[in-house]
Structure formats: C-alpha cells, structure tokens
C-alpha cells in the first residue's frame, strides 16, 4: 500500500475506504507495523480490541492515532485522508469552506482540520539542510490593499513598506542545479525555499535568518533594501536595484532575484484567490504550507501525501488555536 500511487482523489477515496485501511497505512508509515509506545519506546507492548494497544511500562493504552493530528478526533480518517491529500495536492491550498463542503462536514471542523494539517508542514522549513550556491533574499507583504477598503476602514500611511495593517515574510530560495547532458538542460536538483514571518524588514530581523539558513561566502542576491546592508562581509552579496526598475543584471543575467518573486506570487495568488485573509497569528502556517508545496513540488501526488502523514505527530488542540 505504501508504494502504490495516488494521482487523483478518486483513486484515495477507494484505497482508504475504511477506518482499518487507513490505520493499517499509518502503522505501516510510523511503526513498520512493529507497534511503539509513545509513552516509552523500548517496552513492550501488547495488542488489544479495537486496534488498541497497551505499553507494558507506563501501563497505558494508546493506538497508532495518539499523539498525531488524529488523536481524538470525531471525524473518521477516510475523511481526514481525503483532506490532507487535497491541501498537500492543490497548487495554491483550499479554504475551509471549500473542504467543508467536498466533505460533507461543518467548516467550523474543515478549519480546525486544515489547521491541524498545517502545523505538520513545518517539516520543510524546520530542517536542518542550509541552503548553498546561488540563493535569492527578499520580503513581501500580506494584508489587505488599501484601495480595497471602505472608506472608513482605510489605514493611512500604510502604502509601500509601512506595514501598519500587513504582515512581512522573509523568505531564501536556493537555486537548482542543472547540467548540459547532450545538448539538453538536465536538472540536477530543483529550487527550494524557506521563510519566517517577521516583526519588520529591519536588518536585525533579515540578517540572523539569512545567516541561519545560507552557508558563508555563497553567493546572496537581493534588492537594494538597505535590511541587506553588511551581508557582502559574509557572502559574494550581489544587488538587483528595483528602484531603479532593474531586475536583471545586464552585466550578469544570472544575477535576479525572480525566483523568488515567483514563490511570492504564487502566495499572492493563493491568498488573494483561495483564503482572501490570514491571521497574524496563524500566518506562519500558511506559510509553512506553501514552502512544503513548493519544495517538493516535483514528487509524486502519492508522494507529498505520504511524506506528510508520516510527519504528522503533531498533535494541535482547538484551544491552542483559538486562544
């Protein structure tokens, strides 16, 4: 089951039709269907009713769902596969309403669901791996458009950088590698990206997070936001003037930082198309699901699904949401 492929909701929907297919999939990915307590890794445990198991140590009964986005949770798992195959597939997510509606549940549950989903993409940008070679540095900034506003609720001073009622993301991309293979561009490995959202665009903000991701004296491209000023000491730091309408070096068409505006723009679409608004609270989650998107991207449907549920461990209370 674990190396079939899944490339339609379709084909999900008929190979986890029941409750005992999916949790026989997440034994599969978590345990190699050799069962683990979460309470102590090394006792023994025991198989009991109703796909129960109890930790000889601590004397506890758990099952594969505890201590995982399922744990105690109402809604059946064909439903909850359903869902994590869709926002892990779709290009720019799904709202709540949308998945309520697909899967016949409240979006009230839809959101709770996504958002437990949500905290289980941070796998991306929590890992270790730095980025190297050519990488891109830039910001951008998710809210409402003023002109969008009535004219009671417009902020003022809130154009350009002035982020009074936006929220800034600072984001890395790393290039992909590629190689002339008989005349044919052959891709050796694909861009990826990680980003936080920030208090502000002020350097002490930008510069840690660049220097936690990108390893010393690679080369660094960025606008000419002067956040950026004092990175050339540590990197080959090289400036695409916006400003002045420049978004490609003329001396060097290798030096540009659309790379990254394309990772932007995808966000752009997906926030102003599919959420319409993000809290500032949860910002970072949203986030977070675009950088996994993003990133493996060129894996299977199949794939991407299974890489999540097999980091889904992550258990999130509707309290610590809500709070």
């Not at 540095?137 to 004219?151: I, L, Q, V, W, Y």
């Not at 002035?162 to 002339?180: A, H, N, W, Y």
Request: glycine share 6%.
């Amino acid at each position: 089951m674990f190396n079939k492929d899944f490339n339609s909701i379709l084909e999900v929907a008929r190979e986890f039709s029941t409750e005992e297919k999916c949790i026989e999939h997440l034994e599969a990915l978590y345990w190699s269907n050799k069962p683990v307590s979460p309470f102590h890794e090394d006792s023994i445990v025991y198989k009991c009713k109703g796909n129960k198991y109890k930790c000889k140590t601590s004397g506890k009964y758990f099952t594969v769902k505890t201590g995982s986005m399922f744990d105690n949770t109402k809604i059946e798992l064909p439903k909850w596969f359903m869902a994590i195959f869709l926002v892990t597939n779709h290009k720019k997510g799904i709202s709540s309403v949308q998945l309520g509606k697909d899967l016949q549940i409240s979006q009230k549950s839809a959101w709770f669901m996504l958002h437990r989903i949500r905290k289980c993409f941070g796998i991306e940008n929590d890992i270790d791996d730095k980025f190297e070679g050519i990488c891109e540095a830039d910001e951008s900034f998710f809210g409402g458009k003023n002109k969008n506003r009535h004219k009671d609720k417009k902020v003022p001073m809130s154009q350009g950088r002035s982020f009074k009622d936006k929220t800034p993301v600072i984001g890395v991309l790393q290039r992909g590698e590629s190689e002339i293979i008989d005349g044919k561009k052959i891709m050796l490995s694909h861009s990826k990206v990680k980003c936080i959202v920030g208090k502000n665009t002020k350097s002490e903000t930008i510069q840690p997070f660049i220097k936690s991701v990108v390893i010393k004296d690679s080369v660094l491209i960025s606008d000419e936001w002067w956040g950026y000023r004092g990175l050339e000491n540590t990197y080959d730091h090289h400036v695409v003037d916006h400003g002045k309408k420049q978004y490609v070096n003329f001396d060097n068409p290798e030096i540009h930082s659309n790379s990254m505006e394309g990772f932007w723009g995808i966000m752009k679409r997906s926030y102003n198309g599919i959420y319409n608004w993000w809290s500032r609270k949860h910002i970072q989650n949203y986030v977070d699901e675009h950088v996994y998107r993003f990133n493996l991207r060129e894996l299977k449907n199949s794939e991407r699904f299974n890489y999540l549920l097999k980091n889904s461990q992550i258990r999130t209370k509707y309290k610590q949401l809500t709070a």
